[in-house]
């Protein structure tokens, strides 16, 4: 079928879903997080001298035989976080803006994201086989809350629901607040899971939730063995969250073009590595990362450089001290003509030495970059 005007009523829709999902979106700062600190069995995250107890062995040579697993593994949790932020087309780059569905959501992302960056295999009672050995994934947001079903251990009080043995855990765990994040290996059993006294009869009892899960005792924190030596402080940095608010602003302050939001990002961020999901979220188009190539020509009368993976512009990035992006990432960088007495990094281009303008400088018209390295 079609319209008075020859289109398919496909077409009209599409069209129409496109606008839609093309619309810019704003979201409010987060409030800080009023749910109170950590509890301090869990603060240390640390092995200290500690080796790995035998049945949790396997799993750690496993991770320490993988190829680079440290850096796959805290990507894979900022890979979680990012596609359910999805903010290309929501324009979040919070967790806190995620509803309460998409957070308990979350932990099954982070598995699945997991389960494809190692290939690892399905088991055939929990999650995983790692070194031919079951294992499950758990999330937490929160240091030592990890939710832990009857199935996972023995338990003669559970009858037919108690597990077959006490199976081991992999504990992950990240704050993008904080950039921190952990991943660890305990074996779950009843005793290391949360018991209290009873204050009418004293008696001791077994502490659940609405599921019938448990959460580990703090006293439990002891003996996780933690990867990679304990708590890390280098998650892959959300850009937009730690940005200063009144710059974020600035950025996202032109709702009617995603072409000037993407240039302004460029203009506050100079000298640091921009990934493609960031220029996503700024831009909300479906085609967000050309607008981080027009922002080349868009910034020139203004002397700065949009620097992507091209060999060429990983060279100049080289010159000029700076980190060379790799493929779906860029960085900027205000330059001016070098003189001839100046003795700091500067790279050649159009015939010319540049090096970094410093604040203050005035604006020169910025070179244009060579789209392949010379010879």
């Known amino acids: 079928m079609t319209d008075p005007n020859g289109h398919s009523q496909q077409d009209s829709r599409a069209r129409a879903l496109r606008r839609k999902r093309n619309a810019f979106r704003v979201h409010p700062t987060p409030a800080k997080d009023k749910s109170g600190a950590e509890a301090a069995a869990w603060a240390q995250l640390s092995n200290l001298d500690k080796t790995p107890s035998p049945e949790l062995k396997p799993f750690v040579d496993w991770f320490?035989?993988?190829?680079?697993?440290?850096?796959?593994?805290?990507?894979?949790?900022?890979?979680?976080?990012?596609e359910l932020l999805d903010g290309q087309r929501t324009g979040r780059w919070a967790y806190h803006h995620l509803s309460p569905t998409e957070k308990a959501h979350l932990g099954t992302v982070i598995e699945?994201?997991?389960?494809?960056?190692?290939?690892?295999k399905a088991g055939l009672v929990l999650d995983w086989q790692i070194a031919g050995l079951e294992v499950d994934c758990k999330y937490s947001q929160r240091l030592g809350r990890w939710e832990i079903p009857m199935e996972m251990y023995r338990c003669d009080a559970h009858e037919d629901r108690q597990g077959k043995s006490d199976y081991p855990a992999l504990l992950t765990w990240f704050n993008d607040d904080t950039s921190q994040w952990a991943a660890g290996l305990i074996t779950v059993t009843d005793e290391r899971l949360r018991w209290m006294n009873d204050?009418?009869?004293?008696?001791?009892?077994?502490v659940y939730n609405g599921d019938r899960k448990r959460r580990l005792a703090d006293d439990s924190a002891r003996d996780v063995f933690w990867l990679w030596g304990g708590r890390q402080n280098d998650l892959p940095r959300n850009l937009l969250l730690h940005m200063p608010d009144d710059a974020r602003s600035r950025v996202l302050s032109s709702p009617s073009s995603?072409?000037?939001?993407v240039n302004q990002l460029f203009r506050e961020l100079q000298g640091r590595i921009i990934g493609r999901?960031?220029?996503?979220?700024v831009a909300q188009q479906d085609d967000a990362p050309k607008r981080a190539r027009d922002a080349r020509r868009h910034l020139r009368p203004e002397g700065l450089l949009v620097l992507g993976h091209e060999p060429a512009h990983a060279r100049v990035?080289?010159?000029l001290g700076l980190l060379a992006p790799a493929k779906g990432e860029w960085i900027s960088v205000r330059v001016r003509p070098a003189s001839d007495l100046i003795n700091a990094p500067h790279t050649t281009l159009e015939g010319r030495r540049w090096v970094k303008a410093q604040v203050g400088e005035p604006a020169v018209m910025a070179p244009l970059l060579p789209r392949k390295l010379a010879g």
């Open 64 to 82: 320490e035989s993988e190829t680079e697993s440290r850096e796959r593994f805290r990507w894979a949790l900022r890979d979680g976080l990012d």
């Open 112 to 120: 699945i994201n997991l389960t494809k960056e190692f290939d690892l």
């Open 199 to 206: 204050k009418t009869t004293g008696v001791r009892r077994r």
């Open 258 to 261: 995603g072409q000037e939001r």
């Open 277 to 281: 999901q960031t220029i996503l979220t």
């Open 317 to 319: 990035a080289t010159d």
